[in-house]
């Protein structure tokens, strides 16, 4: 799934931009409200964290754009404590609100519940226990890696887009990573023997994708 952040604040960008590719999502990051509304434009957004003061466009009239032309879902953010912006950020048409300073664990929290992730989903035999960080076949605990998990995690929360080595070396291993990124290749491979060979496709000088429909 694909997250954009909005925040004028470049430190709290990385922050969230770390947790948020640790729980496996697409992110792009805008630091004023034009930008954001050009990426809202150029990507499939299913979620825009915005913060309510921004350069360019304020959260509100970015907000109002991405409600006027989709039903991408909207959680603001703001330093604001008074009850009236609260009211007026949900009646442009928001769907959270969340006041800083916050956990950035509570703020994926309130982002999951809006895009209504389960805590676990089915895909074929295969069961993915997110907050157990478990997966089974058939019942049968499969015992992946951590890494194979955060992989496979990172494969479904994106199911049927295709992520490039790229991609899943900065959602999995992090932006730090310096390592070949044939690791990515060899981790695949190990995933495949576990869970069945069918659900992740290769698609040649691109990348992944676990397959859309089962």
């Not at 991609?167 to 690791?183: P, S």
Request: some cysteine.
């Amino acid at each position: 799934m694909n997250i954009l952040i909005a925040d004028d604040e470049q430190d709290m960008l990385k922050i969230l931009q770390a947790y948020f590719k640790k729980e496996g999502y697409n992110v792009f990051l805008a630091e004023d409200g034009e930008q954001a509304i050009e990426l809202f434009y150029k990507e499939k957004i299913d979620l825009a964290i915005l913060d309510w003061m921004m350069p360019l466009s304020s959260g509100l009239t970015v907000c109002k754009e991405i409600k006027r032309n989709s039903d991408t879902k909207v959680l603001m953010l703001t330093a604001k404590s008074e009850d009236e912006d609260e009211l007026q950020a949900l009646k442009i048409g928001a769907d959270d609100y969340v006041r800083k300073p916050f956990h950035p664990g509570i703020l994926i929290t309130r982002a999951k519940k809006l895009l209504k992730e389960e805590n676990h989903i089915i895909i074929g035999n295969l069961k993915v226990d997110f907050k157990g960080k478990m997966v089974f076949r058939n019942d049968e605990n499969l015992n992946l890696t951590k890494k194979e998990i955060d992989l496979l995690s990172c494969l479904v929360r994106n199911r049927g887009n295709i992520l490039s080595r790229e991609d899943l070396l900065v959602n999995v291993w992090g932006i730090d990573y310096d390592g070949d990124d044939r690791t990515v290749d060899t981790h695949i491979r190990r995933l495949r023997e576990k869970i069945g060979e069918d659900l992740i496709q290769t698609h040649r000088g691109l990348g992944y994708s676990l397959i859309k429909e089962i």
